[in-house]
């Protein structure tokens, strides 16, 4: 019914940048927040940042600073520039869209498979 699918992940230097992309598709009505959150091995999932679709966002203190979202709400689509990457920030990134679908009417959060992002230093 509905897809979220991530990319963009790879390895990098630590100082680097990535750039995140992920497009919400299948049978959606209207998508009101999109954000990305990460997990990294032991740790539990996390918010890096989120937006919604009055524009508003929010950023994860330990990001702040050194990424940016942004969306494409013709898209369905939620992009996370990363810039100096630290090995800290090494992790898989989860998108996630909280919308309604055609089905039924009412908000659902929905998770991508998740891209792995790795920062070596």
């Known amino acids: 019914q509905v897809q979220l699918v991530e990319s963009g992940g790879g390895l990098v230097q630590a100082g680097g940048s990535l750039r995140l992309s992920c497009v919400a598709s299948?049978?959606?009505?209207?998508?009101?927040?999109m954000d990305w959150y990460r997990q990294a091995p032991g740790n539990e999932r996390e918010l890096v940042a989120s937006m919604n679709d009055n524009g508003n966002i929010n950023y994860g203190q330990s990001v702040k600073g050194r990424v940016t979202i942004s969306r494409d709400m013709s898209k369905n689509a939620v992009y996370l520039q990363m810039n100096g990457l630290k090995a800290e920030d090494t992790a898989t990134y989860y998108c996630?869209?909280?919308?309604?679908?055609?089905?039924?009417?009412?908000?659902?959060?929905?998770w991508g498979q998740g891209t792995q992002v790795t920062v070596s230093s």
């Open positions: 996630r869209a909280t919308l309604k679908t055609l089905d039924h009417q009412r908000s659902e959060g929905y």
């Open positions: 299948g049978r959606i009505l209207s998508v009101s927040v």
